[in-house]
């Protein structure tokens, strides 16, 4: 077998979420070490960004959940896998992965998955559909929550023969780079937000959903200022409710009943990151239900800015807790008024080391080449190259 490598990624959409930023990079690192990159999606906003002269992308409705379609994208996958003499096969999601599993068999290629998340299921039914992601030759968990997630609810799935290991997600340590960003940029979304630059500003990222805590980050200003009569500050629930409406209402409610409207901002989702985080002197992660990764807390980190997240999942192993960052008791909106309130009396000295010590974290551990590299030497030994 030739050592030029061939893979084939699938993934329901091409976005902004760690899986597809994932696939994004590993494709593109592929190609710097001479392999032939192919990626499978229905669409995406992070499809503008793929080099294609790098990078072959195939649409085809993998996002579908429908029978009918899933066999019909398997066909579609085999062919492309026969046509473009695929190596392996990497899926990253439940759907995909189904059609992926018949391809790689009857083209008799290797098959990978990346487990992403914590699959819940209610019956054995929905348990059994996410047990595909154990049916690869080798499935890669994001974080050590989901590996020990994965042997203590799908254990009976895991094969011997098939390998099963963690490969921390990571991120673009030159994309989110303090000294990176814009100063231009920066005053322009400082002036669009009407943000004060004389007030502390606490910045929660996030999907506007209630697993994502926005409800106790609103209960842990009130708090913040009721308890501990801090009030020159400014926070930013920066996400999309992506059509949750009435949970919107919910929150806006929240904020008119403790007065908090001048104090709260919504902002829409901002394609750079590295902007928003650079406008915060606080980043906060609020979430009730484990992160399987907790990127924002290691964007953060990278950005050197203080994370304050919740002691749950994969935040608890991105964070050295009381040193790059700090980790309080999730769903306790007091906890997190005092991890706060910490954060805001602490001087520069203090804040500026913690912010060393984060960056210092997240390049030692979830670097996205240190994720790239461990992907393609996994390749390699399942090739026996």
Not at 106 to 133: A, C, P
Request: glycine share 6%; net charge positive.
């Amino acid at each position: 077998m030739s050592s030029k490598i061939k893979v084939l990624q699938v993934i329901p959409k091409l976005g902004y979420g760690g899986a597809e930023t994932g696939c994004y990079d590993l494709a593109h690192y592929l190609y710097e070490k001479d392999c032939k990159s192919y990626i499978v999606t229905s669409g995406g906003e992070l499809l503008k960004f793929v080099k294609k002269d790098k990078v072959k992308i195939f649409r085809l409705p993998v996002q579908s959940k429908n029978p009918l379609i899933m066999i019909f994208n398997s066909i579609v996958i085999s062919i492309l896998v026969l046509i473009f003499n695929i190596d392996i096969i990497h899926a990253r999601s439940r759907a995909p992965a189904w059609s992926c599993f018949f391809s790689s068999l009857l083209t008799r290629r290797k098959f990978v998955t990346t487990f992403h998340g914590t699959y819940s299921f209610k019956n054995n039914i929905k348990k059994y559909y996410n047990s595909i992601m154990l049916k690869s030759n080798l499935t890669i968990a994001g974080s050590n929550f989901i590996f020990d997630h994965i042997n203590q609810n799908y254990g009976s799935y895991i094969k011997e023969k098939n390998k099963l290991m963690v490969i921390f997600r990571g991120i673009n340590l030159e994309y989110f780079n303090q000294k990176n960003v814009s100063e231009k940029k920066l005053n322009k979304l400082r002036a669009l937000i009407n943000i004060d630059q004389k007030s502390f500003v606490i910045l929660l990222p996030g999907r506007i959903t209630p697993w994502k805590g926005q409800e106790n980050f609103i209960e842990a200003l009130n708090i913040l200022i009721e308890d501990f009569n801090i009030t020159n500050f400014q926070a930013i629930i920066l996400g999309s409710d992506q059509g949750r409406k009435v949970y919107t209402k919910k929150l806006t409610s929240l904020i008119e009943r403790y007065s908090l409207s001048s104090k709260v901002r919504f902002v829409n989702p901002i394609k750079e990151m590295p902007l928003a985080y650079s406008l915060a002197d606080l980043i906060v992660s609020t979430s009730i239900k484990p992160e399987a990764f907790g990127r924002v807390a290691v964007e953060a980190q990278a950005m050197q800015k203080p994370i304050v997240a919740s002691d749950l999942g994969g935040s608890k192993e991105t964070i050295i807790n009381s040193k790059s960052g700090f980790l309080f008791k999730y769903d306790d909106p007091r906890e997190l008024a005092k991890a706060i309130h910490s954060v805001i009396s602490m001087g520069k000295d203090s804040l500026h080391k913690i912010g060393n010590e984060g960056r210092r974290n997240v390049s030692k551990k979830f670097d996205v080449d240190k994720m790239c590299h461990s992907t393609f030497t996994e390749y390699k030994k399942l090739l026996k190259l």
